[in-house]
């Protein structure tokens, strides 16, 4: 045998032997799982308290968006979609002549916003009569003008704040009512994350017992930002949830409830009946301190017959409007408010999870008038 023959036998040894340990370890080794990406929102997240906490635990519990951070994104919103009556409004009032046409015109427009027969009416009078009487000629002045009367109607000065405080230790309880399709379930979670965010401590109640999918979407809503969700069986009593929610409440030392109810149909008086129920048998735990109807803003004039069905039953303190990105028909802020003699609280708008802020009157028309 050669040397080089020698050489090579032993070469090819070593890659045999090589490549055989290699597999070994490779087949001994417990494989890693690939990285998870978590739809949390986890910014702030705080260091590991201690060695003995893994490097890579996540918060899950999001943390929901500051209320001002969804104002000015909310305001951008309105202000696309409220900009056709806006727009109706200035161009009448931007002529240099406004006879009786042209105030007719401003008041069809108002009317086609939903504002209401007797709200258009009385916004046109104030309007033309401060106009004449000022001598306003210039387009930058009648802007300011039209904005103070659009500001006055919605009315600055009501309480739009969510009653969320009990007493005597007991929880705030807030009910939120409205029929199928509004909005409601979602009002309810996205409330969760407003009062989280305050901080405030907060129990779901699913009393919705109609719809599984509406308990199994609050308790998601629920998970989210790390609050409780107490539920019963499918087309169980709406208002044992309700108590046992509140009786959870109590005794958690929780600062709000949040009572979502089925979705009823204003037409049907035996199921209105029940929601009044509901209302009854929480009661004997802790007053109800906030009823909010939500109503979703694209149902027009529909929405003001809800509002005062729901009104006669359960005695509403506030409005949700949902959908208000939806609808060219702002003017329904102001119709709904006249109605119920209660105001609109908040506004929702996309679908977001924190695409719900608290209703500014100010900022609303200016929105409107962008």
Do not use: C, Y
Request: hydrophobic share 45%; glycine share 12%.
């Amino acid at each position: 045998m050669t040397l080089l023959e020698l050489i090579l036998i032993i070469a090819t040894g070593v890659l045999v032997l090589g490549g055989g340990a290699a597999l070994v370890l490779t087949r001994g080794r417990k494989e890693l799982p690939p990285p998870s990406v978590s739809d949390a929102i986890t910014e702030g997240t705080p260091e590991p308290d201690s060695e003995d906490e893994p490097a890579s635990a996540v918060d899950t519990i999001e943390r929901p968006e500051a209320a001002q951070g969804r104002l000015v994104r909310l305001r951008t919103r309105l202000a696309r979609s409220q900009g056709s009556l806006g727009k109706g409004l200035l161009a009448v009032l931007g002529r240099t002549t406004l006879d009786d046409a042209a105030w007719e015109e401003i008041e069809d427009t108002l009317l086609a916003a939903d504002v209401g027969v007797a709200a258009s009416q009385e916004l046109v009078d104030h309007l033309r009569t401060r106009l004449r009487v000022e001598g306003v000629d210039d387009p930058a002045r009648a802007k300011a003008v039209l904005r103070e009367e659009l500001v006055g109607v919605i009315d600055p000065s009501l309480d739009r704040s969510l009653a969320s405080t009990g007493a005597d230790g007991k929880p705030g309880v807030v009910l939120v009512v409205g029929v199928n399709g509004t909005g409601k379930t979602t009002t309810v979670g996205r409330l969760a994350r407003v009062l989280v965010r305050e901080p405030k401590t907060v129990v779901l109640g699913a009393a919705d017992t109609f719809r599984a999918a509406a308990a199994d979407q609050l308790q998601t809503w629920g998970e989210r930002v790390g609050v409780p969700t107490v539920r019963g069986p499918e087309g169980g009593d709406p208002a044992s949830v309700g108590f046992e929610a509140v009786e959870r409440g109590i005794a958690d030392g929780t600062d709000v409830v949040l009572v979502d109810t089925a979705g009823r149909l204003h037409t049907k008086s035996g199921l209105m009946d029940e929601l009044g129920k509901v209302k009854r048998v929480i009661e004997k735990q802790a007053p109800v301190t906030e009823v909010l109807l939500v109503i979703d803003a694209t149902t027009g004039q529909n929405g003001l017959t809800q509002a005062r069905v729901f009104g006669e039953v359960v005695d509403v303190t506030g409005i949700v409007l949902t959908k208000l990105d939806g609808t060219a028909k702002g003017g329904i802020v102001i119709a709904v408010q006249r109605e119920l003699g209660v105001p609109v609280k908040f506004v929702g708008l996309g679908e977001g999870a924190d695409d719900l802020a608290p209703f500014d009157a100010e900022e609303f028309v200016d929105a409107l008038l962008a």
